[in-house]
């Protein structure tokens, strides 16, 4: 069955180049900087939730992290990242699901999303996606969610997003999380507009 929003995606990742996209980064230079300051050992299982097709799990593998997954809700945009990868020694898993229907197999020690928490407008949905996380990661993991911050754009992709402070961040993650880092970060889209992010580190409470 064919989850809401998946078309969606689908089609932006069918008809648009990678470097295209206005979320496109070159690097994921504030994404692995934060995925370092949580100081995992090399096999600690990591994933990267709406990774789409960011190369955040391809640089984790060539920094030696050796358990990495991606999960993201349109196949498209993860046949784009297998097919960049091409084989390797150790390739990342694939999950296609919509994340606010994820029930992990498994407890990671890092749950990282950049850009995909924004999107989800409805109450319901954010509590599925809250659930899920806490289902997901294991006791003292790291959550690293980057959303547009306060002064970022309220549309992406066509659809309509949330923007957030880190308090309002914290307040949807609720008490289970302590908010370890936060700051504002601007992107430069490949057009050569700014974007403000903002990105968090929280710490899952036992
Ligand atoms: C703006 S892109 C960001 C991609 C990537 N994180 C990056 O920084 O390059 C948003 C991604 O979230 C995915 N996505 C949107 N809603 C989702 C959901 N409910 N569950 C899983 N993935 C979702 C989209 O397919 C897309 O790949």
């Keep these: 069955m064919t989850a809401p929003g998946q078309e969606h995606w689908d089609r932006v990742y069918t008809t648009r180049a990678a470097a295209e996209v206005s979320w496109y980064e070159t690097h994921p230079v504030k994404s692995l900087e934060l995925i370092r300051a949580a100081g995992l050992a090399a096999d600690d299982p990591i994933i990267d939730v709406g990774g789409g097709a960011s190369v955040l799990a391809e640089e984790l593998l060539d920094a030696g992290y050796r358990d990495v997954t991606v999960l993201d809700l ?99 993650l609720g008490d289970g999380f302590e908010l370890a880092e936060s700051s504002l970060v601007l992107h430069r889209t490949p057009r050569g507009a700014e974007q403000q992010f903002l990105y968090c580190r929280f710490v899952r409470r036992t």
């Excluded at 547009?148 to 549309?155: H, K, N, Q, V, Y």
Aim: positive net charge.
């Design 74 to 172: 349109s196949g498209e945009a993860l046949r784009r990242q297998r097919e960049r990868l091409g084989p390797r020694p150790v390739m990342p898993s694939f999950i296609e699901q919509d994340v606010t229907r994820f029930r992990a197999p498994r407890a990671y020690a890092l749950w990282h999303d950049r850009a995909a928490f924004h999107f989800l407008v409805q109450a319901e949905d954010r509590q599925r996606y809250v659930d899920a996380l806490r289902r997901a990661l294991r006791p003292h993991g790291h959550a690293i969610i980057a959303t547009f911050g306060p002064s970022g754009p309220e549309r992406c992709s066509g659809l309509d997003v949330r923007r957030y402070d880190a308090a309002a961040l914290a307040a949807e």
